[in-house]
C-alpha cells in the first residue's frame, strides 16, 4: 500500500490549497481516509477524514473551512482548504486504513497506512 501526498505550497493568510492523496495498492473505495498535520514542536493532530461511505468529519479548528472529498475512480482524497490562518502551517499528513472504527477516526495511531507528508505554510 502507498500514499502519495501532494499540493502544499507557500499561501498568503486568506489563500487557499488543494492537497491530494494518490492511494495505490488497495481497494480504495473500502477505506477510510484521514488527513492529519503535524506543526514544528507539536504533536500530530487529526484535520479531517472520509469513510467509505462518503462521511466526513472535521476537526473543530478548520470546520467551514476545509473540505474533504474522495474520486474513488482515481484512487485518491482531497482536502481543499480555504481562508487558511498562519495557525494552519504545518506538513500534512494523508493516511488511510480499511478497519478503522468509527470512534478511533481521530486518532493518529489507529491508521495502518500512511503517506510521506506535504509542506503547508501559510505566511502573514
Known amino acids: 500500500v502507498q500514499l502519495q501526498a501532494s499540493g502544499g505550497g507557500l499561501v498568503q493568510v486568506g489563500g487557499s490549497l488543494r492537497l491530494s492523496c494518490a492511494a495505490s495498492?488497495?481497494?480504495?473505495?473500502?477505506?477510510?481516509m484521514a488527513w492529519f498535520r503535524q506543526a514544528p514542536g507539536k504533536e500530530r493532530e487529526f484535520v479531517a477524514c472520509?469513510?467509505?461511505?462518503?462521511?466526513?468529519y472535521y476537526a473543530d479548528s478548520v470546520k467551514g473551512r476545509f473540505t474533504m472529498s474522495r474520486d474513488n475512480t482515481k484512487n485518491t482524497v482531497y482536502l481543499q482548504m480555504n481562508n487558511l490562518k498562519p495557525e494552519d502551517t504545518a506538513v500534512y499528513y494523508c493516511a488511510g486504513d480499511r478497519e478503522i472504527i468509527l470512534s478511533s477516526i481521530r486518532t493518529s495511531n489507529q491508521y495502518d497506512y500512511w503517506g510521506q507528508g506535504t509542506q503547508v505554510t501559510v505566511s502573514s
Open positions: 472520509i469513510r467509505w461511505n462518503g462521511s466526513t
Open positions: 495498492g488497495v481497494t480504495f473505495s473500502r477505506y477510510t
